[in-house]
């Protein structure tokens, strides 16, 4: 099992940064996809940020060039930051581990604009 936590959200202006967290209750081994999901009111979750074993990464188009995923072995988290935030960015945010077979899902954190 896998406990995954995230944190970091709140409110933001147009255009403004954020960075939110997802730290796993373990070290995770072996072959792994880590990715950040969100979901706005209304609509169907998506994905919008993945990290490999090996460190390869993938965007969705919606946040390509805005939005970094990394992540700290050592600290067994994985970081989101997300720049030039847009309404469009008001959403549920959640961290998720596939560790074949399993799937791991955090309780999501909020992130709203502002204006």
């Known amino acids: 099992q896998v406990q995954l936590v995230e944190s970091g959200g709140g409110l933001v202006q147009p255009g403004g940064s954020l960075r939110l967290s997802c730290a796993a209750s373990?070290?995770?081994?072996?072959?792994?996809?880590m990715a950040w999901h969100r979901q706005a009111p209304g609509n169907e979750r998506e994905r919008i940020a993945t990290i490999v074993t090996r460190g390869a990464t993938t965007y969705a188009d919606s946040v390509n060039g805005r939005f970094t995923i990394s992540r700290d072995v050592a600290k067994k988290t994985i970081y989101l930051q997300m720049n030039a935030l847009r309404q469009d960015g008001t959403a549920v945010y959640y961290c998720?581990?596939?560790?074949?077979?399993?799937?791991?899902w955090g309780q999501g954190t909020q992130v709203t604009d502002s204006s």
């Open positions: 998720n581990l596939i560790e074949d077979p399993e799937n791991y």
């Open positions: 373990r070290t995770v081994f072996g072959t792994y996809i």
